[in-house]
T-cell receptor, first 110, second 114 residues
Framework: RKEVEQDPGPFNVPEGATVAFNCTYS??????FFWYRQDCRKEPKLLMS???SGNEDGRFTAQLNRASQYISLLIRDSKLSDSATYLC???????????FGGGTRVLVKP | GAGVSQSPRYKVAKRGQDVALRCDPI?????LFWYQQALGQGPEFLTY????????KSGLPSDRFFAERPEGSVSTLKIQRTQQEDSAVYLC????????????FGDGTRLSIL
């Protein structure tokens, strides 16, 4: 079983709709959580950190559920430019290396 | 400000050749990381430096892979006697002090072994 698992998708989303997807992690000692966005043939870029209380950044909302060991990302009012692969990323306690999920592909269509 | 810079962007080599990939981190970033990303997969950790010290090399797939950061700034990832399975995108990331800080990635080097 992979340490960080994601539904690969693709999630086909009508423009303006809301989409949400989860990521599960297996190591309960994980301490830091992030969502990165990666466009085709580009480098991963930080979308947002994920905090225990949940956090929002514009149209993006991230939630962390430590008891069930998953994090989620919700995108409201989807834009065509939101089409990308969203990478769930976990950092172990006192560790340094990031462990990535395989990514969830989102396609926003007009 | 300037981000993480990697060179070359693309590298094609014949099987058996040695290659060297360069990473120039964000100025002042103490921590530097190398990742390997195969097509359709998330990046996989290779190695980590804090200044010039290589503190974790647990992700290097074989002894053909070697990384260095002699002056605590620029880093080089070297792959000796390349094989076809080494074909991937090699990503470098740097980070400010603090393991909870996010890592910032370079554009990557796309390596193709023929």
């Amino acid at each position: 079983r992979k340490e960080v698992e994601q539904d690969p998708g693709p999630f086909n989303v009508p423009e303006g709709a809301t989409v949400a997807f989860n990521c599960t992690y297996s190591n309960s000692a994980s301490q830091s959580f992030f969502w990165y966005r990666q466009d085709c043939r580009k480098e991963p870029k930080l979308l947002m950190s994920v905090y225990s209380s949940g956090n929002e950044d514009g149209r993006f909302t991230a939630q962390l559920n430590r008891a069930s060991q998953y994090i989620s990302l919700l995108i409201r009012d989807s834009k065509l430019s939101d089409s990308a692969t969203y990478l769930c990323v976990v950092n172990k306690a006192a560790g340094n290396k990031l462990t990535f999920g395989g990514g969830t592909r989102v396609l926003v269509k007009p | 400000g300037a981000g993480v810079s990697q060179s070359p962007r693309y590298k094609v080599a014949k099987r058996g050749q040695d290659v060297a990939l360069r990473c120039d981190p964000i100025s002042g970033h103490v921590s530097l990381f190398w990742y390997q990303q195969a097509l359709g997969q998330g990046p996989e950790f290779l190695t980590y430096f804090q200044n010039e010290a290589q503190l974790d090399k647990s992700g290097l797939p074989s002894d053909r892979f070697f990384a260095e950061r002699p002056e605590g700034s620029v880093s080089t990832l070297k792959i000796q006697r390349t094989q076809q399975e080494d074909s991937a995108v090699y990503l470098c990331a740097s980070r400010e002090t603090g393991s909870n800080q996010p890592q910032h990635f370079g554009d990557g080097t796309r390596l193709s072994i023929l």
